[in-house]
């Protein structure tokens, strides 16, 4: 803790220590923000990346092949990518994916989910339990129909970059498939 003074213009000195507290030296600007009693101080971002990487560092998306078990109008293959937003401090977040059936890039091909996830935020390993709605494509050049889906999985990987695995039952499609991926 530290005592300051105000001097005749408005002007604050912070010490030596605070300043490197904060990692900051002269000439450096500062974020005041008012807070319940007093101020809070922040560094102002020195440039875009340095600035938003906060604001996503619970943001990641990922890319994977699936197999699939059960009967399809589609080769066993599948391609799966998603994004996933995770509230900061909870271990709930939100992900949206696109599993593209087959091997035509063609969005009648496609089908796409919202879903809630849950995660137990352990450091390296976090399993974590899946579950949402989506419009699912039924056959080649097809119809799509809205349809749940649920599963688990875990990711291995720290901050954004990792591996997953998970298995997720389709309903509308009536398939199980497993997708194994990496985290970016």
Excluded: C
Excluded at 54 to 81: N, Y
Excluded at 101 to 129: E, F, H, I, M, R
Excluded at 157 to 179: D, N, P
Aim: aromatic fraction near 6%; charged fraction near 20%; avoid cysteine.
């Amino acid at each position: 803790m530290a005592r300051l003074t105000i001097g005749p213009e408005g002007q604050v000195a912070l010490p030596a220590a605070l300043l490197a507290a904060l990692g900051v030296e002269a000439g450096d600007r500062l974020i005041v923000t008012t807070v319940e009693g007093g101020l809070l101080l922040t560094p102002e971002p020195h440039d875009l990346i340095e600035a938003t990487y906060g604001l996503a560092r619970d943001l990641w998306a990922g890319v994977g092949g699936s197999r699939e078990a059960g009967v399809s109008t589609f080769a066993k293959d599948a391609k799966q990518l998603g994004a996933q937003l995770t509230v900061p401090l909870l271990p709930l977040g939100v992900r949206a994916d696109a599993l593209l059936l087959g091997s035509k890039v063609d969005t009648d091909y496609l089908s796409y989910n919202v879903n809630a996830v849950a995660t137990l935020p352990l450091p390296l390993v976090q399993p974590y339990a899946i579950a949402g709605r989506g419009k699912y494509v039924m056959a080649p050049n097809g119809t799509k129909e809205m349809g749940w889906n649920y599963g688990a999985g875990v990711r291995v990987g720290l901050s954004r970059l990792g591996a997953f695995v998970e298995m997720r039952r389709h309903e509308a499609l009536k398939r199980t498939i497993t997708t194994l991926g990496i985290t970016f």
